[in-house]
């Protein structure tokens, strides 16, 4: 018996920031859309908190070789916009001009995305935070910055009525962010887009350097166990299905692909306060100092500092401690404050693959990277003392806290490497099917057309050429809907 098929105009490929943008996109210019998602299908009445329960659902974690960087993905229908922390940033200026001078994006220009930034500015709600989500972890941030004299602002967040449950990463239970799931992938179907959960694309089918559509492995929704197979066919293939797999769908389909992965490596300060905190109420994330960027105007050294919930297990994930003493600085969870350093890194890994076809993450943070994660992580600590702390605890394994400017001075100035960093991780991740001007270092043109393979185009974080020193998901979907457009445009033209 030969497998089930389906026919669409378009098959786009995961349902993230990159792809559920492009679907609606398609589908409201009028294409036949089918909208595959390896994970489930969750709704807001699903979400109700249960951590465990919650991250086993919606998220995944690779780690990659090299560094032991653990990088996390959401992994079901709206991708990891469902399980972010609802920052919004425009596309830096600088980033898109060094994309020009670098990597030949020559039309990428603030001018060419602006209008899809504005639309994706109005579609998942993006708006100031105000007094009333900043929260007091968040403020201890702000006080400290303004005790130092560094700049910070409150960011911009994708909400609709937050209620301040603390909750971003577990799906929102209220219902207040706007993930894909809530916008871009309603606004597909409204427009006759299909979408099919438990859906994982294992290859592109291409004849005669041209895209026929996508085979794919149909999952059980109850056990995750293979349930059959399917091929949808489209002369449109859009691939988003996030760098942890895009660039090992291409590899699969006989596509060189995974060079130029590229992260923003994160670590977390942790600080006791004697007043409470209740660091877990409020938006996860929602200050961030910006004196020591590199984007946006700014010169620094290429770090944001943003203050991120204490949620129990996540802090004591990233708390250098472990037993009694671990059981005692968890003791003090509500009066913990907490930041996360967003870093610009230098370094560049690579997607290959294994014996068995699943993608193989390797990076490593170049010494530079390392380099800078100390001296934020000793800002951090500086700065949580001039809010008053009255410990701090820094991401290094066995240190003690620390107490005081003069403690803070006398650590002695050592080479960190991965492994001396507790929970180096990242959750902005970019590049492996690069867009670029030279055929000979680039995967994708700058329309996002994956080279030599007709209708064939990717359109999520893998085509970015490098990471954005800001939150990446309003640059990755103003990108997408630019990559739509001229994907149905060209391919029109071609059909001509
Ligand atoms: C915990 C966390 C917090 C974050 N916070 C912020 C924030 O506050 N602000 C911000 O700007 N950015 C944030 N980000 C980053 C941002 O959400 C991502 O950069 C963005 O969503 C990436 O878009 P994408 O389309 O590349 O991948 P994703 O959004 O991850 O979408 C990829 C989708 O493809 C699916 N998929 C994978 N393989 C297959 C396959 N073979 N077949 C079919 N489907 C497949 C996945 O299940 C997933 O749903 C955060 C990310 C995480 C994980």
Request: aromatic share 4%.
């Amino acid at each position: 018996m030969s497998e089930p098929r389906l026919r669409a105009d378009a098959v786009v490929v995961g349902s993230g920031a990159g792809g559920a943008p492009a679907a609606a996109a398609l589908a409201e210019a009028g294409l036949e859309v089918v909208l595959l998602e390896a994970g489930a299908r969750w709704e807001t009445r699903d979400f109700d908190g249960e951590e465990a329960r919650m991250l086993a659902r919606l998220m995944k974690a690779t780690t990659a070789s090299g560094s032991g960087m653990e990088l996390y993905a959401g992994a079901c229908v709206g991708g990891s916009t469902v399980v972010n922390d609802a920052l919004c940033w425009a596309p830096p200026p600088e980033v898109l001009a060094r994309w020009r001078a670098e990597h030949g994006l020559v039309g990428l220009t603030e001018s060419t995305l602006a209008p899809h930034v504005e639309r994706v500015w109005a579609e998942i709600g993006a708006a100031p935070t105000g007094p009333a989500n900043l929260s007091r972890n968040a403020r201890l941030l702000e006080a400290g910055a303004r005790r130092l004299g560094w700049a910070g602002a409150a960011m911009a967040r994708n909400v609709r009525g937050c209620v301040n449950l603390g909750l971003c990463n577990l799906g929102c239970p209220s219902g207040a962010k706007q993930s894909a799931l809530l916008t871009w992938v309603p606004r597909a179907e409204r427009a006759g887009a299909r979408v099919l959960a438990h859906a994982r694309a294992l290859r592109v089918a291409i004849e005669a350097g041209r895209a026929r559509g996508v085979e794919v492995l149909r999952l059980d929704p109850a056990s995750g166990e293979p349930a059959g197979p399917l091929r949808v066919e489209a002369p449109l293939v859009v691939l988003a299905a996030g760098i942890l797999e895009t660039p090992a769908l291409l590899l699969r389909s006989g596509i060189a692909a995974g060079e130029g992965l590229q992260l923003h490596s994160s670590v977390s300060v942790t600080a006791r306060f004697a007043e409470p905190v209740y660091g877990f109420f409020g938006p996860t994330m929602a200050y961030a100092v910006t004196e020591f960027s590199d984007v946006h105007g700014r010169h620094g050294p290429g770090f944001m500092l943003e203050n991120v919930s204490v949620a129990a297990p996540v802090t004591a994930n990233a708390l250098p401690r472990f037993g009694a003493d671990l059981e005692r600085a968890m003791g003090a969870l509500p009066h913990l404050a907490r930041t996360v350093v967003v870093l610009r890194d230098e370094a560049r890994g690579r997607v290959t693959l294994a014996r068995d076809g699943s993608a193989r993450i390797a990076y490593a943070p170049t010494p530079g990277d390392l380099g800078r994660i100390g001296d934020a992580i000793g800002r951090l600590a500086r700065l949580y003392l001039a809010a008053g702390a009255e410990e701090v605890w820094l991401p290094l394994e066995a240190s003690a806290p620390i107490r005081s400017e003069a403690e803070l001075a006398a650590l002695a100035p050592r080479a960190l490497g991965p492994r001396d960093l507790t929970l180096l991780y990242a959750v902005h991740l970019f590049g492996g099917a690069a867009m670029g001007g030279d055929p000979a270092h680039s995967v994708c043109d700058e329309a996002g057309a994956v080279r030599g393979v007709a209708g064939l185009y990717v359109s999520d974080a893998s085509s970015l050429p490098g990471n954005t020193g800001v939150n990446p998901q309003v640059t990755i979907m103003a990108n997408a809907l630019r990559i739509a457009e001229r994907a149905r445009t060209g391919e029109r033209a071609r059909a001509a």
